[in-house]
């Protein structure tokens, strides 16, 4: 009685794939292309992250400086008088779009100024004006509005809008998104490219194996899904290869990124120079959300990619078949 065919064992390698795409080069040059991808992403998320912290922070203030302070103004009525920085303070409460209007501390002053005039700043020669730090409440108030009734009720007063600056800062950001996308592009073609020249090499290395598998009956569509599967493990493994060799580099830009983001750096710094846990801590309390959300899907990207371009090539490849 004759025996029945045998099957081939599960891992049964009948066009040498092992051999035709080597399990080396192709996830290394992945990975390299999803390094480059990942810091795409973060420069495009950080960009993001930078606007909405302009636009909740410097966009929602404005800056109000009353020269002469201290020069008492006469109150209508019969109440005390007031400086001319408590008129200032008035008025901006009473505005409509005002949150909030504090005049800087004496102390504050020098700190602004130290950086420019050093310790000297602590007590200048000359008399420096009054600065309010206004805090805004919805679309803020009319600028133009509030500096007419500062400049009737505290001659002299001037009211400096952040709203300029954030704008350019804002079309700034937005320019380095789209610089950011573009490499994700380039980056994308070159992972593509990369994949079909080695699965194009693949096949021109097992032609023989691969005319006689394919005489004998294999479908094209069997050979395409056999190189397509070996091709979406290989650009996987580069893509979670460059994915993980990113975070550290992530990490480290975060940890340089972390002062422009927090609301206290000067009282920060200290402290994360000491504790290496809490430095780690708000560095990945600094990276968006979306790139938590972006790495994982390097390697998923990766697969696919590998997938697509391997079916696609290794089809195109047989159709020139004899």
């Known amino acids: ?35 480059l991808a990942a810091l795409a992403l973060a420069g495009s998320a950080g ?26 103004l006469p109150q209508s009525g019969d109440g005390p008088e007031a400086t001319r920085v408590d008129r200032a303070l008035q008025v901006l409460r009473a505005s409509p779009g005002v949150a909030g209007a504090r005049a800087l501390s004496a102390a504050e002053l020098a700190d602004l100024l130290r950086p420019w005039l050093g310790d000297a700043g602590a007590s200048p020669a000359l008399p420096l004006p009054a600065v309010v730090q206004v805090h805004l409440s ?7 509005a509030l500096q007419a009734r500062l400049q009737v009720a505290v001659p002299g007063t001037l009211v400096e809008s952040h709203g300029t600056w954030v704008q ?14 573009l490499v994700l592009v380039v980056v994308v073609a070159v992972a593509t490219a990369v994949i079909a020249v080695a699965t194009r090499a693949g096949l021109s290395a097992r032609r023989d194996s691969i005319e006689i ?24 493994l580069g893509g979670l290869l460059g994915a993980l060799a990113a975070i550290p580099v992530l990490l480290a830009l975060a940890s340089l990124a972390a002062p422009f983001v927090s609301a206290a750096p000067q009282e920060a710094a200290p402290t994360l120079a000491g504790d290496p846990v809490r430095l780690l801590a708000d560095s990945l309390d600094t990276l968006p959300a979306e790139l938590w959300l972006g790495l994982p899907a390097l390697p998923v990207a990766a697969a696919l990619i590998g997938l697509l371009t391997a079916q696609a090539t290794v ?3 047989l159709k020139r078949l004899p």
């Open 138 to 144: 919805g679309l803020g108030p009319d600028v133009q």
């Open 1 to 35: 009685m004759a025996k029945p065919p045998s099957r081939p064992p599960a891992r049964f390698d009948a066009l040498g794939l092992r051999r035709a795409l080597g399990d080396r080069m192709l996830p290394l040059l992945v990975a390299a292309m999803a390094f």
């Open 315 to 317: 089809r195109r490849w």
């Open 213 to 236: 598998v394919h005489g004998l009956g294999a479908t094209d569509g069997y050979i395409a899904a056999r190189f397509a599967r070996r091709a979406t493990w290989l650009a996987g």
């Open 47 to 72: 960009a993001a992250a930078l606007v909405r912290h302009w636009q909740e922070g410097a966009a929602a203030a404005l800056t109000v400086q009353v020269p002469d302070p201290t020069t008492p």
């Open 168 to 181: 350019r800062l804002a079309v700034l950001a937005e320019s380095l998104q789209v610089c950011a996308w």
